[in-house]
């Protein structure tokens, strides 16, 4: 009569421990721990994983997402048609070259926003940073 008794008695267990597991799961907890938890202690067990405290994942849940902003990117603000210059570090003027390969030597840094630029609409040479503006 004895074995009859431990083998329900092992399978309630392992029932309670899967259910632990199940529940320990869903609330982004380890399941292996609190399988061992559900299994070695019943019901109890199971009643832990509702008293335990919030486990980050149920913290970020709770938390209320704010939309992010996004983060306006600088550009060069100038006529796309029209030729471009640029003086070097040594006052000799670069082009003529298009607006798109003034605008790439700045995001790559051959040229700093402090470099003298000019186009066919500006009356006199600017510092490029007086044309940088933030995109919307």
């Not at 970020?60 to 902003?69: A, F, G, L």
């Not at 471009?84 to 926003?113: F, T």
């Amino acid at each position: 009569m004895f074995w009859p008794d431990l083998t329900t008695a092992v399978l309630a267990s392992t029932a309670v421990g899967l259910l632990s597991a199940y529940i320990a799961h869903r609330r982004g907890r380890n399941p292996l721990g609190w399988f061992a938890i559900g299994f070695f202690f019943g019901l109890l067990g199971i009643l832990a994983i509702f008293f335990a405290p919030p486990s980050r994942k149920e913290k970020e849940k709770e938390m209320p997402s704010q939309p992010i902003k996004p983060v306006p990117k600088p550009y060069l603000f100038g006529p796309i048609n029209k030729f471009w210059y640029y003086l070097d570090p040594s006052h000799q003027q670069v082009g003529p070259m298009s607006y798109e390969a003034v605008s790439n030597a700045w995001k790559e840094g051959k040229i700093s926003p402090k470099t003298f630029v000019w186009n066919e609409d500006l009356e006199e040479w600017k510092p490029l940073q007086d044309l940088i503006r933030l995109q919307n």
